[in-house]
């Protein structure tokens, strides 16, 4: 019975959006792959084991590819369109990671790689496929202003979350430009995520972003997964009101995730601001810090204020 109930539950999720659910199939299979990689290849690319990029967009890339046929499936309205756009962007997450793969076997780097013409066609058609995901991420990302769900907090989650990813998402094309050094003394590479230095280079643990200058990849993590985070500090925000009858108000809940969605936004900011001086993310300094402190002290506030407002109103349950 228990696993008629999971193989039901698998083909409404596959039905979902049928080539993005199995965009996800495909990155569990290559998240296996990678994982493997990680044990038995020893080789590092600009210092952090070879299979470690991969792996974080198999993950990644799954997140995105399940998250975005969830929301399609529910559109009201622009659902036809949507659904092609979600087929295009299948395809184009597909050539993404199959490229960073095949660039991680042959040991060499996938993104900015323009030291032969081999490397140079990989990089147009990543740089393609980067581009047709935003365009069609965009328009999709509109649509999900018709949508409604089950909560006015989760609505708003949702919505704000996919513009907070678009801007996460936008970072990355502050990478694809030249860098100083690459201007004056060419080396086969045009671009980079980390500022002030060569990629490569001290990182945090598993995550790899640098530790001894900025790296632009901090801030696209951080606002590209804004649409998986606000949602779920919605659902969370709804499961407490279960418990607690004055945080189960629609308005508090509303006013809970608007406050956390300001912050991830101005902290995607601020994180973007702190690559581009080349600060690293585990050594702010100066206005950033001061801005840091700010952010996360308004925040707080902020928070404390909405909980102290909704105890104090008349309880009225969410159904």
């Avoid at 990678?34 to 299979?51: K, S």
């Avoid at 974080?56 to 499936?73: D, G």
């Avoid at 995901?133 to 999900?144: G, K, N, R």
Wanted: aromatic share 6%.
């Amino acid at each position: 019975m228990i696993a008629t109930r999971r193989i039901a539950a698998v083909r409404r999720a596959v039905a979902w959006h049928p080539a993005l659910m199995a965009v996800a199939g495909l990155m569990l299979a290559s998240t296996a792959v990678c994982l493997v990689g990680l044990v038995v290849d020893p080789r590092t690319i600009l210092g952090a084991p070879a299979w470690m990029k991969p792996l974080k967009f198999s993950l990644s890339i799954l997140l995105y590819a399940v998250t975005w046929a969830w929301l399609i499936a529910l559109l009201p309205r622009w659902q036809t369109l949507a659904r092609r756009l979600g087929t295009v962007v299948a395809v184009a997450l597909v050539v993404e990671q199959v490229l960073i793969v095949w660039a991680a076997a042959t040991g060499t780097t996938s993104h900015f790689n323009v030291s032969n013409s081999v490397h140079v066609v990989v990089w147009a058609v990543m740089a393609t496929a980067i581009t047709t995901l935003y365009l069609c991420t965009f328009v999709t990302s509109i649509a999900l202003f018709f949508l409604r769900l089950p909560t006015p907090a989760l609505t708003v989650a949702v919505r704000a979350g996919a513009v907070i990813a678009l801007g996460g998402i936008g970072v990355a094309f502050l990478m694809t430009g030249p860098t100083p050094t690459q201007l004056t003394a060419p080396d086969g590479i045009v671009g980079a995520h980390t500022v002030g230095i060569a990629d490569g280079g001290p990182g945090v643990p598993l995550l790899g972003w640098s530790t001894v200058g900025g790296d632009y990849r901090v801030a696209h993590f951080v606002g590209m997964h804004a649409l998986q985070v606000l949602p779920l500090v919605a659902l969370l925000v709804a499961a407490a009101g279960r418990d607690l009858p004055w945080l189960a108000q629609r308005t508090a809940q509303v006013r809970i995730v608007a406050v956390v969605a300001v912050a991830w936004a101005a902290g995607t900011v601020l994180l973007t601001v702190q690559a581009a001086v080349g600060q690293s993310v585990v050594h702010p300094a100066g206005a950033v810090a001061t801005a840091g402190w700010v952010l996360v002290l308004l925040a707080a506030a902020a928070s404390a204020a909405v909980l102290l407002r909704a105890r104090r109103a008349p309880v009225a349950r969410l159904r």
